[in-house]
């Protein structure tokens, strides 16, 4: 494997990945291979695939949104020129807007790539925001379609034989890279081109709390744990910050209350939040009229769950507001929060920390601030509850997902699957609902027998959690026992400000029943031991914690 640059924090599953893709192909059965690699704007890929190119000794072509036809034709020639110097003078010749330049330009770019191989590594072709060239070239998914079948010709051209757009077999490896999270994963799709062709399809994360905090240098949990669920874990924002306000990372909570005021209200130079906001909707070409993307957004901000609702406060049929929720839900800025126990129910919920922040906070700081009778710093103490509720609650709600089943497994809690899920208390008659509950590992939750191992409640709430809490959940789990295996079920308090005298105390006196995590335990996650997980355990723990996700098309 490739040795990953030091300066590379963390994805390491993600440089193996890539570096496995590298491994030439058998020597009976050679060709193409063609790979995705995707990932919100600002979460670190361009940078992870520069240096990856770099150290395979690869050719890297960046796609620009502003470029029409003929320029990002001509900007790949002079990277191919550039990558060949030797043969500079020929390829500047080489002519563009015809009808066969793409292939042209892609057939001598896998050439001159797979020309230096090696034993153990084909260096790559690497095509950054790829999106934007379908733009100008729809036909260019095709075009990649039969480079990938031009592996049934003969390695020299064959006269009078022709697959596609190519007479003889293309070999080497291709990685297409973009930040339109929704068209990158419709690559594989069973209506498109590349469907069956792609080898996988990854998706780099932004970096969880614990990384973000490295990457910051903040060592204060709390602060960091605010500021993640401010701006979220894409390391692209640290420096973008800075370039804006000349601050430094915020370290204590009084500079992180100042770092907020004059980072997120400062609207003469554009709102940060409102900015990034429409930078993140013009990565997909698709999403036309942006202002019904931003209305529907701001609905579920204000409590919207499903599109009919959506919809309802729009004025407009639930019809129209589907497709339009279901790309958001696809560019990964709203979530389905499906319930954990298999049934219709899900509700909708804003996913991306920076669209959080701006409906629940930065909109009705604006308007408080129109006023202009308070001035920004009061305006942020006003709204504390509002971002303690709709921000931080459900940020620490996530982080939790990402730590709970090493911290449970930990405590000797063989926990497999887990999610959240409502139960009905009769004797009061409403819905409870539970922030954990996970099964037995090696179960599924369709399976009515499947023993509820844990019962959980995830709490930001600056109070500590006393017994109460852990009252709520006994009756929880009495209820919950009385559809499903639950009576010998732990119970576990995630409380991010810790917990009072009497619950630890009670802890202390029931260590078989009632298990207490702290903020510092959910930052300690990452070193602790993974032990002996099933497969798909583990799948599960690396999509949660914020790294990689892959799958084959």
């Known amino acids: 494997m490739l040795q990953k640059p030091a300066e590379i924090m963390g994805r390491d599953r993600e440089w193996e990945i890539l570096s496995d893709f590298l491994r030439p192909r058998p020597v009976d059965r050679p060709g193409t291979a063609i790979a995705a690699v995707t990932g919100r704007r600002r979460a670190g890929k361009t940078y992870l695939l520069q240096e990856f190119v770099q150290q395979a000794?690869?050719?890297?072509?960046?796609?620009?949104?502003?470029?029409?036809?003929?320029?990002?034709?001509?900007?790949?020639?002079?990277?191919?020129?550039?990558?060949?110097?030797?043969?500079?003078?020929?390829?500047?010749?080489?002519?563009?807007?015809?009808?066969?330049?793409?292939?042209?330009l892609l057939e001598l770019a896998m050439d001159l790539t797979?020309?230096?191989?090696?034993?153990?590594?084909?260096?790559?072709?690497?095509?950054?925001?790829?999106?934007?060239?379908?733009?100008?070239?729809?036909?260019?998914?095709?075009?990649?379609?039969?480079?990938?079948?031009?592996?049934?010709?003969?390695?020299?051209?064959?006269?009078?034989?022709?697959?596609?757009?190519?007479?003889?077999?293309?070999?080497?490896?291709?990685?297409?890279?973009?930040?339109?999270?929704?068209?990158?994963?419709?690559?594989?799709?069973?209506?498109?081109?590349l469907f069956g062709r792609l080898a996988w399809t990854m998706t780099v994360k932004p970096f969880d709390h614990v990384d973000m905090a490295r990457f910051w240098r903040i060592e204060n949990h709390e602060?960091?744990?605010?500021?993640?669920?401010?701006?979220?874990?894409?390391?692209?924002?640290?420096?973008?910050?800075?370039?804006?306000?000349?601050?430094?990372?915020?370290?204590?909570?009084?500079?992180?209350?100042?770092?907020?005021?004059?980072?997120?209200?400062?609207?003469?130079?554009?709102?940060?939040?409102?900015?990034?906001?429409?930078?993140?909707?013009?990565?997909?070409?698709?999403?036309?009229?942006?202002?019904?993307?931003?209305?529907?957004?701001?609905?579920?901000?204000?409590?919207?769950?499903?599109?009919?609702?959506?919809?309802?406060?729009?004025?407009?049929?639930?019809?129209?507001?589907?497709?339009?929720?279901?790309?958001?839900?696809?560019?990964?800025?709203?979530?389905?929060?499906?319930?954990?126990?298999?049934?219709?129910?899900?509700?909708?919920?804003?996913?991306?920390?920076?669209?959080?922040?701006h409906y629940a906070v930065v909109e009705p700081a604006m308007r408080m601030l129109g006023g202009g009778e308070l001035d920004a710093p009061e305006v942020w103490k006003r709204l504390a509850g509002a971002f303690r509720s709709q921000v931080l609650g459900p940020a620490f709600e996530e982080v939790v997902d990402v730590t709970a089943m090493r911290l449970l497994r930990n405590r000797g809690i063989k926990v497999g699957d887990y999610g959240w899920t409502v139960v009905h208390d009769p004797d009061v008659r409403k819905n409870c609902e539970v922030d954990l509950v996970g099964i037995e590992e090696f179960r599924l939750a369709r399976h009515k027998d499947a023993p509820v191992v844990v019962i959980g409640e995830v709490k930001a709430t600056q109070r500590k959690r006393g017994r109460q809490d852990l009252e709520r959940l006994r009756r929880i789990r009495d209820l919950l026992a009385r559809q499903r295996p639950a009576a010998d079920a732990r119970l576990a308090l995630f409380s991010m400000y810790g917990f009072s005298d009497a619950l630890v105390e009670e802890a202390e006196r029931a260590p078989d029943e009632v298990l207490l995590f702290d903020l510092d335990d959910v930052f300690a996650w990452g070193q602790m031991p993974r032990g002996q997980m099933s497969g798909g355990q583990m799948s599960r723990l690396s999509r949660a914690s914020g790294s990689t996700s892959s799958s084959s098309s």
């Open 57 to 104: 000794g690869g050719l890297y072509y960046e796609a620009r949104q502003e470029d029409g036809l003929l320029e990002a034709q001509g900007r790949l020639r002079a990277a191919i020129a550039e990558y060949e110097p030797g043969r500079a003078a020929e390829i500047g010749t080489m002519p563009l807007g015809q009808s066969d330049t793409w292939d042209r």
């Open 114 to 193: 797979f020309a230096r191989r090696t034993d153990d590594m084909v260096p790559p072709v690497v095509i950054d925001e790829f999106p934007y060239l379908l733009r100008e070239t729809p036909v260019l998914q095709s075009i990649l379609h039969q480079l990938y079948d031009s592996r049934m010709l003969r390695p020299t051209p064959t006269r009078g034989i022709k697959f596609g757009y190519f007479d003889r077999a293309i070999h080497g490896k291709l990685l297409l890279c973009g930040s339109a999270m929704s068209i990158m994963h419709e690559l594989g799709h069973g209506s498109r081109p």
């Open 223 to 357: 602060v960091a744990l605010l500021l993640h669920a401010v701006i979220g874990g894409a390391p692209g924002y640290l420096d973008l910050t800075e370039e804006r306000t000349g601050l430094r990372p915020p370290r204590t909570l009084a500079e992180l209350d100042a770092w907020i005021v004059q980072t997120m209200f400062t609207s003469e130079s554009g709102l940060f939040t409102e900015t990034e906001i429409w930078h993140l909707l013009r990565e997909d070409p698709r999403a036309g009229d942006k202002a019904i993307y931003q209305q529907a957004m701001e609905q579920i901000a204000d409590g919207a769950t499903t599109a009919a609702q959506v919809g309802g406060r729009l004025g407009k049929p639930k019809e129209e507001l589907e497709p339009i929720i279901d790309r958001l839900v696809a560019m990964g800025y709203v979530e389905e929060r499906q319930e954990f126990f298999p049934n219709s129910k899900y509700v909708l919920r804003l996913r991306d920390p920076v669209v959080r922040f």
